[in-house]
Every structure is written in C-alpha cells, then in structure tokens.
C-alpha cells in the first residue's frame, strides 16, 4: 500500500532563507505527484503539480523535483517571506488521473521577519 | 470565477442527526472527491466519483454516503452511524488527463 512521508514536521527559518522540504513515497508506480498549500482553517492551494514523466516543475520562488525510482520530491522555497507561513502536503496519485490522491501529514513552515 | 463552494463554513450538530454537507463546482471536472482531516492525521478519502451516477468508497466510507445527480454536485451525508463525525472535510475535484486536484474551502463538523 502506498504510503507518503513528509519530513521534517515542523521547521521555522529567518526570512530570507532558501530551504527545502522534503516528501517520499514507498510505491514509484505513480502517476502525479502534488504539493500544497494549507494556511490555518482553509482549504488547500494547489503549488505544483508533476507528472510521472516530469523531474520538476517551477513557480515563481517555488520548485519542485521528482526522482521516481528513489521515491521522493522536493519543495525548494527560495528567499522565504513571512507570507510562506503555512502547512505544504505532499500527495500522489496512483494508477490514472480521475482516482484519489495519497497524503502525507505535512511540513509546518514557520518563517520570522 | 471558476472554482469549487462547500456550504456551510461551520456545522454544528447533536449526535444521532445525520446531516449533508454540500460541494459544488463549475469547473466542468469530471471527477470528485470527499476528504476528511484530522489533526496530525493528514487527510483520509472518504467517497470519490470519477462520473455522473457512479462512486467508489475510500479508506473511510464507513457512516457516510454520498451522491453523484448532477457532474456538478457532490454531497456528503455524515449520518448517525459514523462514530467520531467531528473533523474538518474537504471536497476537491481534477482535471482529466493531468489528474491535478482543486480544493475547496472546506466545512469544519462539529457533533456534541
């Protein structure tokens, strides 16, 4: 059964870090893979999305890559601001687009001004 | 604007009510999903309906249910069989082929 590890849990930085974190996965047969954003009580923000044949995608200060056969991705944030506060998830999909994503618990970013 | 609506922000409830939890989108996806969060739990699959009329149960379908009438509506019933109801639900739907998922804003459950 796939399962998704996200660590560390928690983190807090000085603004203006670049930091990284961290996702792994225990199944490589996957078909996506998405980071999130989760900011206290609300929903989640699609980041960034990578398909299986991809290994990375950017966004502005965000990028994230994907090594399939080890089983793992990294957010990499760069030059953090305050604003970056927030819970990133990690999830992949199995199988076809249309089936369910597989969640990790999380990595709580703190960053202070 | 295009996006997905979950109705209400907060529910409160007495236990032994069942009650629906309702999610739209009009975004054209054809497929949805029910999602509960827990703290330091993650986020569980509770239903998810790749089309119109169909549905598979989750990890956790146990105590809810759910119905797909229309591609854009996709409510989720908790009902008095669910044992611990109390939690944070999240509806999302994807796009065809990438499979990308967009969430909405979420309904915080409250059963006493």
């Known amino acids: 059964k796939q399962e998704v590890t996200q660590i560390p849990a928690a983190l807090s930085v000085p603004e203006g870090e670049n930091l990284v974190l961290n996702c792994s996965f225990t199944d490589s047969a996957i078909y996506n893979l998405q980071w999130f954003r989760q900011d206290p009580g609300k929903g989640l923000t699609s980041l960034l999305l990578i398909q299986s044949s991809q290994r990375e995608q950017t966004s502005g200060r965000l990028n994230a890559s994907l090594d399939k056969s080890s089983g793992r991705s990294t957010l990499y944030i760069a030059a953090s601001q305050p604003g970056d506060s927030a819970t990133y998830l990690c999830a992949v999909t199995v199988n076809q687009a249309g089936t369910a994503l597989i969640f990790g618990k999380g990595t709580t970013l703190s960053v202070s001004s | 604007d295009g996006g997905i609506t979950q109705s209400p922000k907060y529910l409160f409830r007495k236990e032994g009510q069942n009650v629906t939890l309702s999610c739209e989108q009009n975004?054209?996806?054809?497929?949805m999903y029910w999602y509960r969060q827990d703290p330091g739990q993650g986020l569980r699959l509770i239903y998810y309906?790749?089309?119109?009329?169909?549905?598979q149960k989750g990890d956790i379908a146990e105590g809810y249910s759910v119905s797909r009438e229309k591609k854009e509506s996709f409510p989720l019933t908790v009902t008095s069989a669910q044992k611990n109801p109390t939690a944070f639900y999240l509806c999302a739907s994807s796009i065809q082929g990438t499979g990308e998922q967009y969430f909405g804003p979420g309904t915080r459950l409250t059963v006493t």
């Open positions: 975004l054209n996806h054809d497929a």
């Open positions: 309906s790749q089309i119109v009329n169909d549905f």
